[in-house]
């Protein structure tokens, strides 16, 4: 069964540092892996999707990058910003699951004036 | 811009009720899902369908019962409501088939409390 980590649960960094954060999964065998953005009390903000045949994906500040060989994606997001802070979830359409998507448990950031 | 849309924002039921939560999108998406987040134990996928009148149970499925008679709406259906399952609902759609650009759209959420 497919397993998504997101480590750290929480992290906090001053406004202008440029933000890391880490998805891991344990079956290579994806068909794609999805960024999103949530709100306290709000749906998931679908960020970028990373096809399983792409290395990354551009978005302005954002760029996701996919190694599916060591089972990891990285979001970056450049000169974070108040407005930035939110959670961040990764998730992964996995070729045994079908259509399913396997979330990680996201990482809550916050951006600090 | 694909949307989908919850009918409810919030709810407040009481315990034994029969609640129906609806959800529509309008990008023709052939697949559609129901999740529900709790603190501590992220998203569980409830039921999803992949197509009209089709459905799988996902990972959580007890006490809960799924419609899909049209393929823009996917309604989720709590058979009697229990405190336990007061919790934010989550709907989501996407491109069926076995394709690699199947992005997931989700809806505004639904906060349910169960009293």
């Known amino acids: 069964k497919q397993e998504v980590t997101q480590i750290p649960a929480a992290l906090s960094v001053p406004e202008g540092e440029n933000l890391v954060l880490n998805c891991s999964f344990t079956d290579s065998a994806i068909y794609n892996l999805q960024w999103f953005r949530q709100d306290p009390g709000k749906g998931l903000t679908s960020l970028l999707l990373i096809q399983s045949s792409q290395r990354e994906q551009t978005s302005g500040r954002l760029n996701a990058s996919l190694d599916k060989s060591s089972g990891r994606s990285t979001l970056y997001i450049a000169a974070s910003q108040p407005g930035d802070s939110a959670t961040y979830l990764c998730?992964?359409?996995?070729?045994?699951?079908?259509?399913?998507?396997?979330f990680g448990g996201g990482t809550r950031v916050l951006v600090k004036p | 811009d694909v949307k989908v849309t919850q009918s409810s924002r919030y709810l407040v039921k009481r315990t034994g009720e029969k609640v129906f939560l609806e959800c529509v999108q309008d990008m023709d998406h052939e697949n559609m899902f129901w999740y529900r987040q709790d603190p501590g134990l992220g998203l569980r996928l409830i039921y999803f369908s992949y197509d009209v009148k089709m459905k799988e149970k996902g990972d959580i499925p007890e006490g809960y019962s799924v419609s899909r008679e049209k393929k823009e709406r996917f309604s989720l259906i709590l058979e009697s409501a229990s405190t336990n399952q007061t919790s934010m609902y989550l709907c989501?759609?996407?491109?069926?088939?076995?394709?690699?650009?199947?992005?997931?759209?989700f809806g505004q959420g639904t906060r349910l409390t169960v009293v």
């Open positions: 998730a992964s359409r996995y070729k045994a699951a079908g259509n399913k998507l396997t």
């Open positions: 989501a759609s996407s491109l069926g088939g076995m394709r690699l650009n199947t992005e997931a759209f």
